[in-house]
T-cell receptor
């Protein structure tokens, strides 16, 4: 499968624990995005990277959330001291930007990691 | 901040009828508007998109229209089929130099096509 992959697909944790999710983008995609989706809602933007640089972080994102993309390939999203309100589907997407004269680049989504905080 | 409103939240049509989903965006700088289809338990998939320099775009049974003045855009599906049943999300983005940045999504429309 050459699409965006995410690991794990499901995570159940107790309140107060730390969790880390991984996203592997489509090979050679230089942009990587994280979104969060709760039941009955559209995906909500969290943060995105171009290569290893984190270009934007949502103002709604608390300091318990941190994301990295150290070598410009895979990315990790860590949530510290989880709360029940963090329960959601965490979606990763990637896209390829080929420069200012390229066509607008589609964001391809992964299958998501479903987090349940007890 | 940026906001995208989407209506209706649910839509039920008979097979073969048309379906229309409408969205309104708040940020006048938005210039890229994709539509995603999400089947139950699956990832969102792009079905069509439109840029602000185009008023309408069509791809077989799917079309999208954009009214920049009113900040409205709509998805039109003709000759609906049961496999069109899914949740549809509109989104808006400020894209520059071909690069799409964060997508601001609407709340989704659950489309049910009755055979």
């Amino acid at each position: 499968d050459t699409g965006v992959s995410q690991d794990p697909r499901h995570k159940i944790t107790k309140r107060g624990q730390n969790v880390t999710f991984r996203c592997d983008p489509i090979s050679e995609h230089n942009r990587l995005y994280w979104y969060r989706q709760t039941l009955g809602q559209g995906p909500e933007f969290l943060t995105y990277f171009q290569n290893e640089a984190q270009l934007e972080k949502s103002r709604l994102l608390s300091d318990r959330f941190s994301a990295e993309r150290p070598k410009g390939s895979f990315s990790t999203l860590e949530i510290q001291r989880t709360e029940q309100g963090d329960s959601a589907m965490y979606l990763c997407a990637s896209s390829l930007w080929q420069g200012v004269f390229s066509s607008y680049n589609e964001q391809f989504f992964g299958p998501g990691t479903r987090l349940t905080v007890l | 901040g940026e906001n995208v409103e989407q209506h209706p939240s649910t839509l039920s049509v008979q097979e073969g009828d048309s379906a229309v989903i409408k969205c309104t965006y708040s940020d006048s700088a938005s210039n890229y508007f994709p539509w995603y289809k999400q089947e139950l338990g699956k990832r969102p998939q792009l079905i069509i998109d439109i840029r602000s320099n185009v008023g309408e775009k069509k791809d077989q049974r799917i079309a999208v229209t954009l009214n920049k003045t009113a900040k409205h855009f709509s998805l039109h599906i003709t000759e609906t089929q049961p496999e069109d049943s899914a949740v549809y999300f509109c989104a808006a983005s400020i894209a520059w130099g071909g690069a799409t940045n964060k997508l601001i999504f609407g709340t989704g429309t659950l489309l049910a096509v009755q055979p």
